[in-house]
């Protein structure tokens, strides 16, 4: 109940689909924006889909027109449906509040086959 927790990653051609989920803590659901954040080998970790308490939501370029970020307040689940995957998509996704101050879930790895 106090944790994040990320699934729904996997295998996947280039070009295809995936929905990730997340399921958060009550309090940081109904405190803070909530944000997508992935990591990939050697690379640091960024944030790349937000979505605000009232549902605006914000990405970054190298995901904007093929992710998109929900959330279902009464679940506390947060969810990036991921269209037209890329070989660069892939990487550890996590969820997060924003700032993502506190501990991480454990991610759910997705992995873009060319």
């Known amino acids: 109940q106090g944790q994040l927790v990320e699934s729904g990653g996997g295998l996947v051609q280039a070009g295809g689909s995936l929905r990730l989920s997340c399921a958060a803590p009550?309090?940081?659901?109904?405190?803070?924006?909530m944000g997508w954040y992935r990591q990939a080998p050697g690379k640091e970790r960024e944030l790349i889909a937000q979505i605000t308490n009232g549902g605006d939501t914000n990405y970054v370029d190298s995901v904007k027109g093929r992710f998109t970020i929900s959330r279902d307040n009464d679940k506390n689940m947060v969810y990036l449906q991921m269209n037209n995957l890329k070989a660069d998509d892939a990487a550890v996704y996590y969820c997060h509040a924003i700032p993502g101050v506190g501990p991480w879930g454990q991610g759910t790895q997705v992995t873009v086959s060319s």
């Open positions: 009550g309090i940081m659901f109904s405190l803070y924006a």
